[in-house]
């Protein structure tokens, strides 16, 4: 399995951006499919972004679609989501996963998560 640990997490103001970075350690990061979730206080952990394992597919939830960017550099065993024109509904913890079985999983591993937080 795959261990994960994401980065990259901050506060920022509406219409900025951030990028986000998810390194997985060991050798089976190029064989497994990448996604992104966050969870909000209160609420329940919402897909964001998903990325097959050769970087030719991805997929995204309505409300990124256009403002969010999912990419992976398998050489270096990290997946990216930049997010551009952030709103504070986007303020979450954002969290990694490894997927075994695209799009939908099951999801192997979590990482420990990382804040975004976008004042208004």
């Known amino acids: 399995q795959v261990q994960l640990v994401e980065s990259g997490g901050g506060l920022v103001q509406a219409g900025g951006s951030l990028r986000l970075s998810c390194a997985g350690s060991?050798?089976?990061?190029?064989?497994?499919?990448m996604g992104w979730f966050r969870q909000a206080p209160g609420k329940e952990r919402d897909f964001v972004a998903a990325i097959m394992w050769s970087g030719l597919g991805t997929k995204y939830a309505d409300s990124v679609k256009g403002r969010f960017t999912i990419s992976r550099d398998n050489a270096k065993n990290t997946a990216y989501l930049q997010m551009n024109s952030l709103r504070p509904e986007d303020t979450a913890v954002y969290y990694c996963t490894a997927i075994r079985i695209w799009p939908n999983g099951p999801y192997d591993n979590w990482g420990q998560g990382t804040q975004v937080t976008v004042s208004s």
């Open positions: 060991g050798r089976t990061f190029s064989t497994y499919h």
